[in-house]
């Protein structure tokens, strides 16, 4: 028996709505998980921007190391140039020249010093120069530090490492003098406030030893010193005698004889 058209029609109807609410459904899924997943995706932006960026440290600046001053106030400075961890290198300094030599400041130095009415500075070539009045000099090559002022002579070691040796040179005549052969190595000589000796280490023995040597002389073994700088202090001369630091205090030594006038123990 045919089906009359409006069974026909009412036929299709039902057949057609499961079919649409299916796919009514199936979109709705996939327009609720876009919105799930844009819904996050603006939570991670915001917490992305919101999320408080941890404070910067500001890079902390060496200390600035006085090298000489002047008793008319006059100041050399330097602050070390920053260098790789767990490296050994030598010592660079930005130097800062207060009442010196003009065009001196910023300039890379290993050591400078008021040198009679100039600055003496070694720089990292190991160029030993003189600054004054505006002209510069050299007074030695293959130069290493510390450097020891008195009046216009300025002492140091010379060479090519570890073959250092004791030398001397005058700011005023513009010449240099060696003043010891085969005591290499030599370190940290000390020049007294006349000029007229110098104190230094020596480990040619293989193991340290102090010595005094005169402009002119032969060095001379000071025997009764049983102890040798090795404190990052500079040894210095003080009331006429050679005082030092190491690792058991301060020492004070009469530069003649070698004999210990006196000497402190820090407290351990």
Known sequence: MPIPPPLH????????????FLAGALLGCEDAAAHRASSAALARS?????RAEPPSVPRAEPPAIELDRRPDGALLAGTPLPTRPNADPERVLVLQA????????????VDARFLGSGVVTLGVDHVL??????????????????????????????GAPPSLEVALADGATGTRTQLTEQLAP?????????GAAIVFISGASGSPRLYRVEPGGAPRLLAQVKRFPSAPVE?????????????????WVDSHTGRVVRATERAR
């Not at 915001?46 to 919101?50: A, D, M, N, V």
Request: charged share 20%; with cysteine; glycine share 10%.
């Open 9 to 20: 029609a009412l036929r299709r109807a039902l057949l057609v709505l499961p079919l649409a």
């Open 46 to 50: 915001e917490l992305t921007s919101t």
């Open 98 to 109: 207060t009442g010196a030599e003009p065009g001196l400041a910023g300039a890379r130095v």
């Open 129 to 158: 120069r003189l600054h004054r009045q505006g002209e510069v000099t050299v007074l030695d090559t293959g130069a290493y530090e510390p450097l020891s002022v008195s009046g216009t002579l300025v002492a140091y070691v010379r």
């Open 186 to 194: 030599c370190w940290s000589p000390t020049i007294s406030p006349d």
């Open 235 to 251: 040894p210095r001369f003080e009331d006429g005698l050679y005082v030092f630091d190491d690792e058991l205090g301060t020492a």
